[in-house]
């Protein structure tokens, strides 16, 4: 039919899905080379500071995702530790991922050798921490301190009837446990006491009896007037 004319179709409006990127905040970072891995490794994304981060390509409504620690950061060494890091996303960006940085710590000691007595306390800082030293062998300070932290181990109360001295007792703590202090330790000599000869003895109870014979004597005369 030459009359005839199509029904007019329904128009659709298609919405397409935006999306969003993945991302969150960064703190305590003070190394460099910190690097984030989005599901293993689909997008990656350096962080050079603290603050806000995201991956760089927006990821589809209904995404599962994941956010972990590629690389470590370095200079100085730090541990990153990822929280809210998993989830699906469900339109728009995903903003509540968290990165926290520390610092490494680890511990400072060494070795002791010849010790004998008891009593030894060793110190570290000017007394920020102590450590009671029972026996030789190793030591070790009961608190690990951060990575690029300065120390000096000195000697607090040396041990009874003996002296310690330290030896490469200072320094800067590196990327491990400082385990290369040396404290040496020996016995105190006994006392010599000094012992008198016959002789002298005989001279000295001699001096002593004129002594007393002489003031014997002057009470006597005061007696008699």
């Not at 009359?3 to 899905?17: I, K, R």
């Not at 007394?127 to 030591?139: E, I, K, Y």
């Not at 000869?197 to 009470?219: H, I, K, Q």
């Amino acid at each position: 039919n030459a009359n005839y004319s199509a029904a007019p179709q329904a128009t659709q409006n298609v919405v397409l899905d935006p999306g969003g990127t993945i991302g969150g905040t960064v703190s305590g970072l003070t190394g460099s080379g910190l690097v984030l891995s989005l599901n293993s490794g689909t997008q990656t994304v350096a962080v050079s500071g603290n603050g806000s981060f995201a991956f760089p390509a927006a990821v589809a409504s209904g995404t599962n995702y994941a956010v972990t620690v590629q690389t470590q950061p370095t200079a100085p060494p730090q541990t990153c530790t990822v929280t809210n890091g998993t989830g699906t996303t469900s339109g728009g960006s995903v903003t509540s991922v968290t990165v926290t940085c520390v610092n490494n710590t680890f511990t400072v000691g060494g070795t002791v050798s010849g010790l004998a007595g008891v009593g030894l306390v060793l110190s570290l800082n000017n007394g920020a921490q102590l450590a009671t030293v029972t026996g030789n062998g190793s030591f070790a300070f009961p608190n690990p301190i951060p990575t690029g932290s300065t120390y000096a181990v000195g000697v607090s109360s040396q041990p009874l009837g003996g002296t310690c001295a330290v030896s490469n007792g200072s320094g800067v703590v590196g990327t491990a446990n400082v385990l290369n202090i040396v404290v040496s330790c020996a016995v105190l000599p006994p006392r010599v006491i000094p012992t008198l000869s016959p002789a002298l003895l005989a001279v000295l109870g001699g001096v002593l009896l004129l002594l007393t014979v002489a003031v014997l004597s002057r009470r006597r005369s005061r007696l008699t007037r």
